[in-house]
């Protein structure tokens, strides 16, 4: 089963209406297609795992947990979320307040050839959250249930999370900057200052 997506909001779109909000927030992307997004409204602030699928959400846990004053949001994709259901379970446990995750879902494995992922057979990532015990979560289909959900990504008590239905226009592959070590060291600069960032 392959073809079309229930969703019909563009990914670029939906990542810099959300960006639009961070203020100062940590922002953890996935494998892939979040991490191409993010790339093109670039951050200081923006850890990027293109090439570790099912780590994103764990990685936003463990930032959540070790800065509790900052808030923390996971951006990544259907497949990913799908392969890592553990972390669901993981961070109802912790429940972490400052956490949120966001899942840009175009019901397709984007990175592997277009197959069908199993929210295209119905799949309810959202329910998962909830049965898992996330204190909220919403699946989102418009522009207006966008611009509605988009600022309690970075303000509503968590864990929250929210699913993003978007259509399955494809975008080159590629970001601004590949140098992992250096994403790395920016990010841990701007989070812990340069005195620290390298201890």
Same mark, same amino acid.
């Given at each position: 089963? #392959? /073809?079309? !997506?229930?969703?019909?909001?563009?990914?670029?779109?939906?990542?810099?209406? &959300?960006?639009?909000?961070r203020g100062d927030a940590l922002i953890v992307?996935?494998?892939?297609?979040?991490?191409?997004?993010?790339?093109?409204?670039?951050?200081?602030?923006?850890?990027?795992?293109?090439? /570790?699928?099912?780590?994103?959400?764990?990685?936003?846990?463990?930032?959540?947990? %070790?800065?509790?004053?900052?808030?923390?949001?996971?951006?990544?994709?259907?497949?990913?979320?799908?392969?890592?259901?553990?972390?669901?379970?993981? &961070?109802?446990?912790?429940?972490?307040?400052?956490?949120?995750?966001?899942?840009?879902?175009?019901?397709?494995?984007?990175?592997?050839?277009?197959?069908?992922?199993? #929210?295209?057979?119905?799949?309810?990532?959202?329910?998962?959250?909830?049965?898992?015990?996330?204190?909220?979560?919403?699946?989102?289909?418009? *522009?207006? *249930?966008? %611009?509605?959900?988009?600022?309690?990504?970075? !303000?509503?008590?968590?864990?929250?999370?929210?699913? &993003?239905?978007?259509? #399955?226009?494809?975008?080159?592959?590629?970001?601004?900057?590949?140098?992992?070590?250096?994403?790395?060291?920016?990010?841990? *600069?701007?989070?812990?200052?340069?005195?620290?960032?390298?201890?």
């Amino acid at each position: 089963m #392959t /073809g079309e !997506s229930s969703g019909t909001m563009d990914r670029r779109a939906v990542m810099r209406t &959300i960006v639009a909000h961070r203020g100062d927030a940590l922002i953890v992307t996935g494998l892939g297609s979040t991490t191409y997004d993010a790339g093109t409204v670039d951050h200081p602030n923006t850890f990027c795992l293109w090439g /570790g699928m099912g780590a994103a959400a764990m990685v936003g846990l463990g930032l959540a947990i %070790a800065q509790p004053d900052r808030r923390v949001l996971v951006m990544t994709g259907d497949g990913e979320m799908l392969m890592g259901l553990g972390a669901f379970a993981t &961070i109802g446990a912790q429940r972490p307040p400052n956490l949120a995750v966001a899942v840009i879902d175009n019901e397709h494995y984007s990175e592997t050839g277009m197959q069908a992922t199993h #929210t295209r057979r119905g799949a309810d990532l959202a329910a998962m959250a909830k049965a898992c015990g996330f204190a909220a979560s919403e699946t989102v289909r418009t *522009e207006d *249930e966008l %611009a509605a959900a988009a600022p309690k990504l970075f !303000s509503q008590d968590g864990p929250f999370f929210v699913a &993003i239905k978007v259509n #399955t226009q494809r975008y080159p592959m590629s970001i601004r900057v590949r140098d992992g070590a250096y994403l790395k060291d920016r990010f841990r *600069e701007n989070l812990l200052g340069a005195e620290r960032a390298f201890f």
